[in-house]
């Protein structure tokens, strides 16, 4: 039953509504008792007076004539009423006739009984007992009769108010909770309003809750939606992670390694599945202080940076990385590193293809020029670095084109550009000008004597005879001016017009000869 109480509603509303009538029943009947009680009491009160006048005359003669007998008929006919207990009558405070049960107590009614001849002279007393013992069941009765009144009035109640509460609240409460059960969770569902119920509470509780109802709809919709696309975005850039040629990386705040992909361990060498987490400076202990430092950059700067490393492998190669570090939330750093060996090569390649003579393979005027900046730059930091710079034009050139033609000048350009390679030292530099004017830098070389040196040398190289195709042989000499560097600072274009003036003042001495640069001349 109790579990029956907890489940339907009906059944606790009936519960709760029968105890509180019971209750109240009880009370009205408790309140009543004293109630009627002094109903019943001023009630007896009056039908005692009434009873006493109905034998008074009786009683006044029997008592003025002193008949006894007549005295106690009329007692015996008073007593006969339920209300009264006892009665006597008294003269001269003697007993001369009773009746019933009567006997002392505090509730005795006694009345003066005056001769039917004067209403001056008082011939006896009468006295009567009411009957407490009567007046006590009608009040008990009285009250047993409004409890059950009030307890049948209290059971129409609570049929009514069942009647009424399953009509116009349970059942349409029942049907509202049937259809949200009914409704699936997304699919925007509605509760059909229950009849009658448009203007009230109930129908206000039903469009508020179809209200919540497409609301939810809507965003549970939306978050299918999202999390759907969120599934594709995670595989797409899982896919994109996992097969990226690019090394993606990510950095704790004490900077190892959190997740890596496999483009990482083949451009950083490492780490393996399953491995313990490095730091950059672990994986790559050469570059340590290099890396340590572009993570510290990274940090107090707070925005991208980057570096390029060259590596040197076990077999000797060289491998260039790049590093890209990006800061992140919580102290962590996203880093992208790439290998780069091939643009390496490829700027190395186009660098030297821009800076070498497509001819003869010797450097050009712009590398020229860049590594004489270079040199001029050295030795204004370190006077003690000197250096020569030599111009050399070729003698009777234009014979061995005018002879041969201009592809056999072009082999002896060849010829003559692989002598000078061959006659200084590798730190030294072989330049083309264009036509048959050449340059060579001579680092470290900051004496006259030593320059005239190394350029008879050179000059020996360029005289030897050239074979041509059909066993033809060509002979060309040169003529060289030189510029020492050896104190003061010059700029580069200085020094080129200082070797060049010296070179034509060889010419004009007869060709074929070398003069060095002087102030004084």
């Given at each position: 039953?109790?579990?029956?109480?907890?489940?339907?509603l009906r059944?606790?509303?009936?519960?709760i509504?029968?105890?509180?009538g019971?209750?109240?029943?009880l009370?009205?009947?408790?309140?009543s008792?004293p109630?009627?009680?002094s109903?019943?009491?001023?009630?007896?009160?009056?039908?005692?007076?009434?009873?006493?006048?109905?034998v008074?005359?009786a009683?006044?003669?029997?008592c003025?004539v002193?008949?006894?007998?007549?005295?106690?008929?009329?007692?015996?006919?008073?007593?006969?009423?339920p209300?009264?207990?006892?009665?006597?009558?008294?003269?001269?405070?003697?007993v001369?006739a009773?009746a019933?049960?009567?006997?002392?107590?505090?509730?005795?009614?006694?009345?003066?009984v005056h001769?039917?001849?004067s209403?001056?002279?008082?011939?006896?007393?009468?006295?009567?007992?009411?009957?407490?013992t009567?007046?006590?069941?009608?009040?008990?009765?009285?009250?047993?009769?409004?409890?059950?009144?009030?307890?049948a009035?209290t059971?129409?109640?609570?049929?009514a108010a069942l009647?009424?509460?399953?009509y116009?609240?349970t059942?349409?409460i029942?049907?509202?909770?049937?259809s949200?059960?009914?409704?699936?969770?997304?699919?925007?569902g509605?509760?059909?309003?229950?009849?009658?119920?448009?203007?009230?509470?109930?129908?206000?509780?039903v469009?508020d809750?179809?209200h919540?109802?497409?609301?939810?709809s809507?965003l549970?919709a939306?978050?299918?939606?999202?999390r759907?696309?969120?599934?594709?975005?995670?595989?797409?850039?899982?896919?994109?992670?996992?097969?990226?040629?690019?090394?993606?990386?990510?950095?704790?705040?004490d900077?190892r390694?959190?997740s890596?992909?496999?483009?990482c361990?083949?451009?950083l060498?490492?780490p393996?599945?399953?491995?313990?987490?490095p730091?950059?400076?672990?994986?790559?202990?050469?570059?340590a202080p290099?890396?340590?430092?572009?993570?510290q950059?990274?940090?107090e700067?707070?925005?991208?940076?980057?570096?390029d490393?060259?590596?040197?492998?076990h077999?000797g190669?060289e491998?260039?990385?790049?590093?890209?570090l990006t800061?992140?939330s919580?102290?962590?750093?996203?880093?992208?590193?790439n290998d780069?060996?091939?643009?390496?090569r490829?700027e190395?390649?186009?660098q030297?293809?821009a800076t070498?003579?497509?001819?003869?393979g010797?450097?050009n005027?712009?590398?020229?020029?860049?590594r004489l900046?270079n040199?001029?730059a050295e030795?204004?930091?370190d006077s003690?670095?000197?250096?020569?710079?030599a111009?050399?034009?070729l003698?009777?050139?234009k014979q061995v084109n005018?002879?041969?033609g201009?592809?056999?000048g072009?082999h002896v350009?060849r010829?003559?550009?692989?002598?000078?390679?061959r006659?200084?030292?590798?730190?030294?530099?072989?330049?083309r000008?264009?036509?048959?004017?050449?340059?060579?830098?001579?680092?470290?070389?900051?004496?006259?004597?030593?320059a005239?040196t190394?350029l008879e040398?050179v000059?020996d190289a360029?005289l030897?005879?050239?074979?041509l195709e059909?066993?033809?042989q060509?002979?060309?000499?040169a003529?060289i001016?030189v510029?020492?560097?050896s104190g003061?600072v010059?700029?580069?274009?200085?020094?080129?017009r200082?070797?060049?003036?010296?070179?034509?003042?060889g010419?004009?001495?007869?060709r074929?000869?070398t003069?060095?640069?002087?102030?004084?001349?």
């Amino acid at each position: 039953m109790i579990h029956l109480l907890r489940r339907n509603l009906r059944l606790r509303a009936a519960a709760i509504i029968f105890l509180v009538g019971g209750l109240a029943g009880l009370c009205a009947a408790l309140v009543s008792i004293p109630i009627v009680m002094s109903t019943e009491r001023a009630l007896m009160q009056r039908q005692s007076e009434a009873l006493i006048d109905a034998v008074e005359d009786a009683v006044s003669t029997a008592c003025f004539v002193d008949d006894r007998e007549l005295a106690k008929q009329a007692l015996a006919g008073l007593v006969k009423n339920p209300y009264l207990r006892g009665a006597e009558i008294r003269v001269d405070g003697r007993v001369i006739a009773a009746a019933g049960e009567a006997r002392t107590a505090a509730s005795v009614l006694s009345r003066a009984v005056h001769s039917p001849f004067s209403k001056s002279q008082v011939v006896c007393e009468i006295r009567v007992e009411p009957n407490e013992t009567y007046t006590r069941e009608r009040v008990y009765t009285s009250a047993l009769r409004i409890a059950g009144l009030l307890a049948a009035q209290t059971a129409a109640v609570v049929l009514a108010a069942l009647l009424a509460v399953g009509y116009f609240v349970t059942q349409p409460i029942r049907s509202i909770s049937m259809s949200l059960h009914r409704i699936e969770a997304g699919a925007g569902g509605q509760i059909p309003m229950p009849r009658g119920h448009d203007a009230d509470e109930l129908g206000m509780l039903v469009r508020d809750t179809n209200h919540l109802i497409s609301g939810f709809s809507g965003l549970i919709a939306s978050e299918r939606a999202l999390r759907a696309q969120r599934e594709r975005d995670e595989q797409r850039m899982r896919l994109i992670f996992e097969n990226a040629e690019t090394g993606l990386f990510t950095l704790a705040d004490d900077g190892r390694l959190q997740s890596w992909n496999p483009a990482c361990v083949s451009v950083l060498g490492g780490p393996l599945v399953g491995a313990a987490a490095p730091t950059l400076a672990q994986l790559l202990p050469s570059l340590a202080p290099a890396l340590n430092a572009l993570q510290q950059r990274c940090i107090e700067r707070q925005r991208s940076v980057s570096e390029d490393f060259a590596l040197r492998e076990h077999d000797g190669q060289e491998r260039w990385i790049q590093i890209v570090l990006t800061p992140a939330s919580g102290g962590e750093l996203q880093g992208l590193a790439n290998d780069i060996t091939d643009r390496k090569r490829a700027e190395e390649a186009a660098q030297e293809l821009a800076t070498t003579d497509s001819l003869t393979g010797a450097m050009n005027r712009l590398g020229l020029n860049r590594r004489l900046a270079n040199m001029v730059a050295e030795h204004a930091r370190d006077s003690a670095r000197g250096f020569s710079l030599a111009m050399i034009d070729l003698d009777w050139f234009k014979q061995v084109n005018d002879t041969w033609g201009h592809e056999a000048g072009d082999h002896v350009l060849r010829v003559v550009a692989q002598r000078l390679e061959r006659a200084v030292r590798r730190t030294d530099t072989v330049a083309r000008l264009g036509g048959d004017e050449f340059v060579l830098l001579l680092d470290g070389v900051s004496e006259a004597r030593a320059a005239l040196t190394i350029l008879e040398k050179v000059r020996d190289a360029v005289l030897a005879p050239i074979p041509l195709e059909g066993g033809a042989q060509a002979r060309v000499g040169a003529s060289i001016g030189v510029a020492v560097v050896s104190g003061a600072v010059h700029s580069p274009d200085e020094l080129m017009r200082r070797a060049d003036a010296a070179m034509y003042a060889g010419k004009k001495d007869g060709r074929n000869n070398t003069r060095v640069f002087s102030d004084t001349a």
